[in-house]
């Protein structure tokens, strides 16, 4: 397998775009995760989907940011509009099952809005 | 709720020196645990795990034990190397119902020659 691929792998973006970051889990896996990660915060989840389903969106930000994940073999993560705060590497994972496994991560997307 | 503690960084060493990554956790039930590495520009990949225990996760020279008495995960390597330097994180995920997998913070670790 491939692995979780993302794309973009890079992103500018000036100040008020859209933005549409996208990940392809691995095939099989029902458990899909996006992060975010920062040098002042770290990794931060922002969004859990299990079958499709968003579970836990608490660490979304705003409502600038949303989530979809409309079948098993792809999600998106849109953030509308950008602003220079949301400057970051994005990153998607996911997980065979439920609970008590591990989950695998994409390359990262890095984002930059100027 | 679940949360990981690391020891902060950078952990800085010369080659072939003994490391140990201190690493606590606090959850609910026995959740299972994880190590994973971060090299520059890269995203994260999983070093080692464990999921019951006294359970010993091992891989590439690191391993950490399961110590549910002192809630703890140290990741140890004997010998380090420069192609070790990176960024290590600990998580957990818990058994409850829907889980996700909570990081520490992270640990950079740099080893010269």
């Known amino acids: 397998d491939a692995g979780v691929i993302q794309s973009p792998r890079h992103e500018v973006t000036e100040m008020g775009q859209e933005v549409t970051l996208r990940c392809k889990p691995i095939?099989?896996?029902?458990?899909l995760f996006w992060y975010r990660q920062t040098m002042m915060r770290g990794l931060e989840l922002l969004i859990y989907f299990n079958n499709n389903v968003p579970i836990d969106d608490s660490g979304m930000p705003e409502d600038r940011f949303s989530a979809k994940m409309p079948n098993a073999s792809f999600s998106t993560l849109k953030i509308q509009p950008s602003e220079p705060r949301d400057s970051a590497v994005y990153f998607c994972?996911?997980?065979?099952?439920?609970?008590?496994?591990?989950?695998?991560f994409g390359q990262g997307t890095r984002l930059t809005v100027v | 709720g679940n949360s990981v503690t690391q020891m902060e960084g950078p952990v800085t060493l010369s080659e072939e020196a003994f490391l140990t990554i201190n690493c606590t956790y606090t959850a609910t039930g026995y959740p299972s645990l994880f190590w994973y590495v971060q090299y520059p520009g890269e995203g994260l990949q999983l070093l080692l795990k464990?999921?019951?225990?006294?359970d010993k996760g091992s891989n590439k020279g690191f391993e950490a034990t399961y110590r549910k008495e002192t809630t703890s995960f140290h990741l140890e390597k004997g010998s380090v190397q420069v192609s070790d330097s990176a960024v290590y994180f600990c998580a957990l995920r818990a058994r409850s119902g829907y889980s996700t997998l909570t990081f520490g913070k992270g640990t950079m670790l740099l080893v010269s020659p």
């Open positions: 095939s099989g896996h029902n458990s």
């Open positions: 994972a996911s997980s065979p099952g439920q609970e008590r496994t591990e989950a695998f």
């Open positions: 464990a999921t019951k225990a006294d």
